[in-house]
Every structure is written in C-alpha cells, then in structure tokens.
Nanobody
Framework: QVVLVELGGGLVQAGGSLRLSCAAS????????MGWFRQAPGKEREFVGA????????YYADSVKGRFTISGDNAKNTVYLQMNTPKPEDTAVYYC???????????????????WGQGTQVTVSS
C-alpha cells in the first residue's frame, strides 16, 4: 500500500515561488503515473499537472503552464511541484495522486488515480 504525504504548503506572495513535495512510503513512485490536483473553497478539484511513470514526460493545465513544474527524485521517492510566479487564483489545497493500478502512463483526470495524500494548503497573497 502506498501512502502519500504532501509538504511545503504555506503563504506566499504573488510573484514569489514555492515548492511542494509529495513523499511516498511503499513502492517507488516511478512505478506510477503521478498527478497534482488542487481544490479551492467552493470549487471542484481540478487538474494541475502530471508526470509519466518514467518521469520522461509531463503535462500541465493551461492555467499553470509555464509557471509550474513537476519533477521527481527517485532516490528520495518524492515528486515535487515547483510553483513559480504564483497568482492569488492559485490559492487552494494541493493534492498529489498516484495511479497504483499502473493502468496509465500519464493521466490528467482525477478518475485515473486511486491514491492521494491529505493535501497541503497554498495561499497566495496579492
């Protein structure tokens, strides 16, 4: 069983930077397609970005493309979400998710993932 723990959230000024991490216990994360999602109050969970099992490919929502970057560190069994020039509209609880069924190489829909962490709050001030 895989347990995911997100860390690194907090308060950041618009235009700054923040790095979220998603550490896993259990199998190595490069066995799975991984995704980052976020949910703001009163809104549905939305896709942020994803990284292929091998780490060779990434995919991002248009709203964060060019500002956010997903990467993985196999030695630390951790996936990161680097948030550059965040905007107030990026304020949300951020979740990392894993497809432990290994059905997908990479996926941008929440239904593709079956394991997620507790989330970490990111607040971007203007």
């Amino acid at each position: 069983q895989v347990v995911l723990v997100e860390l690194g959230g907090g308060l950041v000024q618009a235009g700054g930077s923040l790095r979220l991490s998603c550490a896993a216990s259990g199998r190595t994360l490069n066995s799975y397609a991984m995704g980052w999602f976020r949910q703001a109050p009163g809104k549905e969970r939305e896709f942020v970005g994803a990284i292929e099992r091998s780490g060779d490919s990434t995919y991002y929502a248009d709203s964060v493309k060019g500002r956010f970057t997903i990467s993985g560190d196999n030695a630390k069994n951790t996936v990161y979400l680097q948030m550059n020039t965040p905007k107030p509209e990026d304020t949300a609880v951020y979740y990392c998710e894993a497809d432990t069924t290994r059905r997908w190489l990479i996926a941008r829909v929440a239904a593709a993932y079956d394991c997620w962490g507790q989330g970490t709050q990111v607040t971007v001030s203007s």
